[in-house]
Structure formats: C-alpha cells, structure tokens
C-alpha cells in the first residue's frame, strides 16, 4: 500500500536497548539481595488466616457524618486492639477513598474468631474518676495498695494487673460505663482504678490543641462540653478537685484505655475546660484527636470475613501455581508450532517479562506491603496472554509488511513502526481497566487489578527494549533473512509469492 | 498449520474474502436474537448471586468421606433458621451456606461442624458476608462499569476517532449484555471475582477492537482520495486482513485462562479461580465474536452516512456496477487482486 516508510528511531542501536535491560535485570536482582527481600509476600488467601473488612457508620442515635479523621482515629484504636494479639505481620488498613472507606483488618495464622469479636465493637470516649493509680512496672507491684470502697476482688485485679503485657492493653470496648474498673494507660506504664463514667464521649462538642504563648509556649488541649456535658462535668470537677491526689484526677478513658489522667485545680462550670501539662506538639494534637473523634464513636458493619485454614492457603497457591505453568507451558507451545523461529522470541520475551514480574512482587513486597493473592496470581496468569498479544501483533504486521513484497530487515522497521501503535493503544486500554479496578475495589480485586497494570506496563517495557530489538537483530541473521521453512517467516508461512526484492 | 498461515495471506491480499460488513443484517440477527434471550433469561430466572452479594455466611469443611446429611445434621442442631445450601466440593470438602448470621450464630454453626466432624473450628474455611455488604459491592461494580466505559470511549474518541469509539462501546454493551445473559440462562454463581473477570473481558474485548479498528483507519485514510472501494469495502478487507491476528491473539489469551479454568474447577472445585476464569473463558469468546462480527459494520454503517462517504460509493458504485454495501469486496481473479496490485500511495506519515 505504501512504499516509503520512517523506520523507527530504535532500529539504530538494538544493542543498546538490550545492554540497558541487562543493566535493569541486574540492578534489580542486587536491590533483591541487598534488601534480603527473597521471598514474595503472600496473601491470606494463600497462606492462611483471618481477614475481616468494617465498613464505618454513624452509630445508632448519633448524628453526624463519617469523616476522614474519624477513620483514621478508628484504624488506630483497632490496631492497638489487633497488635494485642502479638501477631507478627497483622495490618490494620484503611482502604478506598474518601469518607466511602472500608477498614481492613489481616492476621495471618488461626486466630479467627478472636480477631473477628475483637475488631467489631465499638470504642467511646468516657471521663471516669481516678480512685487508685500506680506505675506498673512488671511483675510484683508492691506500690499497689488496697483501696478503700472498692470491692476486694477488684483490689486484688488491680494488683495483679500488669500493664507490661500486650493482651492488658488491647482495649476490648467491653467496659461498661456504669461499671467501677481497673485499666492500665496506653503506654502500659500506669495502672488505675476508675469510677463509673460521669461525662461521655458524646457529650464533648469541641476539641482542640493549641500554643500558649505567654506562658512559655506551652502546649494545651481545650475542650467545650455541650448542655448536658457541662453540667455532668461542672459536677464532677466540684466534688473531685477538693480531694487528694489521686481522687482528684479525671481519667480520659478510650476503648477501655487511659490515654490521659489530668488533675482537677478548679470546679469547672463554664463547660470549658482547658488540660494543661507538659505536652509535645504531637501529644496535645493527639489528644485533642482523642476527645474530638471519640466524641462521635462510629459503629462498624461487619462487610465480610474470610477464614482461610492454612491447609486451603497451600492448596489455593498450588493450584494458582500449576494453572500459570500449564497456561505459560500452552501459550510457549503454540507460540513454537505457529510461529517457529520467532516463536522464540516470544519464549525469550516471556521470560524476562517473567523474571521482571517476580522481582518486581519481590521488592514491591519489601517498599510497599505488596502482597500476592490467588486473585493476583489470576491476574499475572491472565496478563501472560496479554504480553503474548502484544508479540503476535508485531510479528503479524512483519508478516504483512512482507507479503506487500518487503525484505524482511524493511518488514522488521516498518512493521515495528505500525504495530507500535496498536500495542500501545490496546495496552493503554488494558491500563484504564486496571486503574479503574484498582480504585473502585476492595481487597481481592485490588490484587487482580495491582498485578493486571503491573503485568501490562512490563509487557509495554519488554516488547520496546527487548523483543523488538531482539528481532531486528535476527532479521541480519540469513536462517530468518532468507526466509528458511523453521523460522516462521518462510514464503510458505506467510503465503506470499516468492519474496520479492524492494525497487 | 501453515496452510493455516497460507490463508493468512490470501486473506491479506483479499483473494479470500469473507464478507463480514455486507452480510452485518445476519450478524445483527444473530446478536439480537442473543440479546433477547439473555434479556428474557435474566427476567424471568434473574442472575444467581452468590453470598458476597445477598449477605450470608460460607462454611468449609475439609474431611474425607464427609457427607451431606451429615453436614445438615450438624446445621441443624446449631438452630440456624432458614434454608441453607450444602453441596460436597470435590471428594473431600463439603461446604455449607446459610443467609446472614450473626456472631453467635456463626460460631455456632463453626463448633456444630467442628464437633460432627471432628476437625479443628480453625480448620474450617469461613467466610461471612454482612448482609449491606452486597449492595456496597454492586454498586462498586457499577460505578466501575460505567467508569471505565466512559474514560475508554474518550480515550478511543481522541486516539481514533468518535465513531470508533462509539461502534466499539457498542460491541462492548454488546458482550456485557451476552455474558450476562449466559450467566443468567445456565444459572452460574456470581461472584465478586466474576465482576472482575467480566470487567477485565471488557478491557480485553477493547483490546481486539482495537487491533482491527486500527487497520481499519490504515485501510481508510485517504479513501476519499480515490474511487477504488467503498469505506465498507475497505473496512471489510481490514477485518479480513487482521482475521489472522484476531484469532491467534484470542487463542492465545484463551489458553491460560483455559488453564486457570481447568485447575480452578478442576482442583479447588469452586472459588475465586473458578468464578474468575469462567467469566473470561466466556467474555473472551463474546468479545472476539463482537470484534469481528459487530464492532465493524457498526462503524462501517456510521461512516457510511457521512456525506464524503456516500459520493465515494457513488463513484465506485459507477465504476464497478456492484450495489454498494452488500457486495463482496474484492472478487477472486479479475483485475484487482488486492492491494498489492494497487496503485502505490507514495506518502504516509
């Protein structure tokens, strides 16, 4: 149809492309090393264990909406709860956009049902009386004195609470406002007995932190009550702040959790009050957090949980595994039968689009928690039929650009030139469809989609640095230049008349 | 295999042509016909959600010689109400699902099958879906759906051109409307990995739309330059042109999902390789059918009506005293065997 054709620009230096990929493949394989990343992180799905997914809502008789910073505020009391459980490798993730926001919670092993009854409950926010504190330091603690007007056996709780261990500081949500309890801070180094809550989460209508700046640039967290929290905490600061130290403290309870035990100086009537102290930037934001989140506790729908036994875990990887060699095995095989000789090419290009995927999931594991599913090996399964794709448009156009009569060192350029085109069109459309999944999914598909793009950007790199090179630098070579009956781009294969020479 | 290649080339040169653009009345018929069927299939017997999307709770017990009303027994004594669905998975896996539970009724149901069997509660492969979990999912799914068509079609209106991406999200609609109503006749489950799978068929469907659209604008650029054939003619000679590739690209994806099939249904029974490489292994073949059969008489009927293109099928319809559409492109013999004897166009960018 047409005679005169650019070549390409990479027809030039087809040992350039291929000394860069060498480069690339080494440098990676040392980044592997050098960050002992050496094994692929697997799913759940494949190795076993809990996922549990929460979507986030308002609670029952709250008003409001669900925010961002409510989110992340719930993310942070689950994971406390989750890493009580001493689980190596638990995450605790929020995933999707905006305020639509699942939380997303993995353990690994067969913790199942504990994960699944400690994720779900509801954390508030509650002001409780300090009757008892003490450091709790390990084992013995002989600071720990019986208490007056608290029952024994809760006495003798508070003296054997040990703060130390990570199972005390989970925060199940299981304490009952109207309930006297014993509760160790989140930092596990104080423990203390409190009274029933008086003033709730709900009931603080502003929270913030900021800068004293006369007084020495101090930091401080101020807090507005509503109509009902003022008067529940004018009355409890009255009664508190003419009594001895401790009974004069008002512990900021979350989750069962101390985060927080000021002392009471003045009755504090207003509903304004300010907490003072010796805080970092960081601790008054973090507190002012506290208060202004917990104020809206938000209640949890359980979205789905998955229990995967080890046993399926190794099943499902098997399987995953023997499905892409069987399907690599195929697609290798036709390749070899259809195309011959550059059916090799496409053997050659699918294995270092391979090697590059496997180090990829091996350093991506490693920078950024990527974890491999069955659905993501689905996904790399799937994306091998895609890559091949893209190496029989090209050497289809070669085999046109012949039967229009070109040599084959033309047909190589000029077919590269057109087909280009195409496999950057299609794969772009590949990409849409992988983004599109990435940011509308929730977990599983999130792999496919991950391992969809990811796949489909190599195949981009490899047909551009390797199989195109690698064919032009057959094309110099006679056994396919003279188009001998192996190489797949014999006058009979192509079913042109005999080749004719350019004019 | 290489006489398979000879007609590769034969179907290059257009001395074998098969006349997809002329015939698109019986190709449309075909597709309707489907179309209706899928449409009465999913309102009379509607799609087979599976418990992702209704809400409910999945329970695997993996026991050689395990049986069903063993299992049921178990269900029962745990005071689960409702109907619940029991099936053995291969030889030595039976699952059990029920509708939405709660906590305890979950952990109930976990200890009535742990005890019957005597297997560990850890053992057994749970999955519990919370019933607003479906709707959350679908419409997910939806807005994915409408998402990606949307950002293709611009994209293919500003690669190509708006008739193209108009034919091609057609023949994508197209391929929605039959995978689904497969789905929908042959009753099987659906899944959130079916989701993916028929989101990704959609890219992939794009994908052989693409290829053949793009020879198609080869074969068309200059078109109007000369009284040689018709936009239709032209765009028949591409599909035939790319016929080849299509098929060799469309096996080739097909064989690894195959394979994903065949140890997804084969292995494991049921779950996310089954649910995930059927609805490829089905969207593949739609999407190869739409993109030959649909996808270009559809543009070709949308070139068609441009002006431009109605006074070149006049003057080619003087020069050859063919009707215009319906007839067969580039006759076997004859003076015009193809473009490789054709008048030579000297420049293309």
Sequence with gaps: MSTTTKPAKTSARPGRSLAILGL?????????????????????????????????????????????????????????????????????????????????????????????????????????????????????????????GVSAALNAKFVALDCTKAENLQGSGTDAPTDTIVSCDRAGTNKYILAPAEVLGRQVSKASASIDTQGGSAWYVSLTFNGEGTKAFGALTTRVTTLATPLNQVAIVLDGLVVSAPRITEAIPSGNAQITGSFTQLEAQDLANVLKYGALPLAFDRGEVQQVSPTLGADQLNAGLLAGGIGLG?????????????????????????????LLFLLLGKWIGFTLTLAGIAGAIVAIGVT??????????????????????????????????????????????????????????????????????????VVFVFTKPIVTILARMNFFASGHPLSGLSAKSTGTLPVAKEA | ?????????????????????GRRRRWYAISGIFILLSIAALS????????????????TVTKAGATVDQARAAVTSAGIPGESIIQTIGSEKIRVQTGALDTAQNNAVQDALAAKFSVKVESIDTQIVGPS????????????????????????AMA??????????????????????????????????????????????????????????????????????????????????????????????????????????????????????????????????????????????????????????????????????????????????????????????
């Design chain 2, 1 to 21: 295999m290489s006489k398979f290649s000879g007609l590769g080339g034969r179907l290059y040169r257009g001395e074998t042509s098969i006349d997809f653009i």
């Design chain 2, 133 to 156: 979990w479906g709707k959350e999912i679908t419409r997910k799914a939806l807005y994915g759906l409408f998402g990606f068509l949307i950002c293709v079609m611009l994209y293919l």
């Design chain 1, 330 to 358: 195929l697609v290798l095989l036709y390749s070899l039968l259809y195309y011959r000789g550059l059916g090799m090419v496409t053997v050659g290009s699918l294995t270092i689009a391979g090697s590059l995927v496997y």
């Design chain 1, 388 to 461: 091949a794709d893209s190496f029989i448009i090209y050497f289809e156009r070669i085999r046109d650009e012949i039967r229009e009569g070109r040599t084959l060192r033309t047909a190589v350029e000029t077919g590269w030139g057109r087909a280009r085109r195409t496999i950057l069109v299609a794969d772009f459309v590949s990409i849409i469809a992988a983004v599109l999944l990435y940011f509308f999914a929730v977990g599983g598909v999130r792999g496919f989609a991950f391992t969809l793009g990811l796949t489909t950007l190599i195949d981009l790199i």
């Design chain 2, 44 to 59: 009379l017997q509607g799609l087979h959600l599976g418990i992702e999307f209704k809400g409910g709770s999945s329970f």
């Design chain 1, 24 to 148: 690339v493949l080494i440098a990676l394989t040392g980044l592997v090393f050098v960050q002992s990343a050496t094994a692929v992180r697997l799913g759940l799905d494949l190795r076993g264990g809990t996922s549990v997914t929460l979507q986030p809502r308002i609670a029952p008789g709250e008003s409001g909406k669900v925010t961002n910073e409510a989110i992340d505020q719930a993310v942070s009391i689950i994971r406390q709860r989750v890493n009580s459980l001493g689980v190596a490798e638990s995450e605790v993730t929020a995933q999707g956009s905006g305020t639509n926001r699942q939380i997303v919670i993995s353990v690994p092993g067969d913790t199942g049902r504990r994960v699944v009854e400690l994720v779900g409950q509801t954390a508030e926010l509650r002001f409780r009386q300090v009757l008892a504190t003490a450091t709790s330091t390990g084992t013995t603690d002989a600071t720990a004195t019986p208490v007056t």
């Design chain 2, 160 to 349: 190509f051109e708006p008739k193209m991406a108009i034919a091609a999200i057609a023949a994508v609609v197209h391929d929605v409307f039959i995978t689904v109503g497969i789905y929908a006749l042959v009753g099987f489950d659906v899944t959130p990995a079916t989701v993916i799978g028929f989101l990704t068929i959609l890219g992939y469907s794009l994908y052989d739309t693409v290829v053949v659209f793009d020879k198609i604008r080869e074969n068309t650029r200059t078109i109007t330059a000369s009284s040689k054939s018709t936009y239709s003619q032209a765009t028949n000679l591409a599909v035939n042109q790319t016929l080849v590739r299509s098929m060799n690209t469309s096996l080739i994806a097909l064989l690894p999902v195959g394979s994903i099939l065949f140890v997804g249904a084969g292995l494991l029974g049921a779950g996310t390789l089954k649910d995930l490489s059927l609805a490829l292994f089905i969207g593949l073949a739609v999407g190869t059918y739409s993109s030959i059969f649909i996808a270009p008489p559809v543009l070709a009927q949308l070139r068609e009506k441009e002006p431009a293109m109605q006074a070149l099928a006049k003057r080619v319809g003087g020069r050859t005293a063919t009707a215009e559409t319906s007839a067969p492109v580039v006759s076997v013999g004859g003076e015009r065997r193809g473009p490789r004897n054709q008048p030579k166009r000297k420049h293309r960018k």
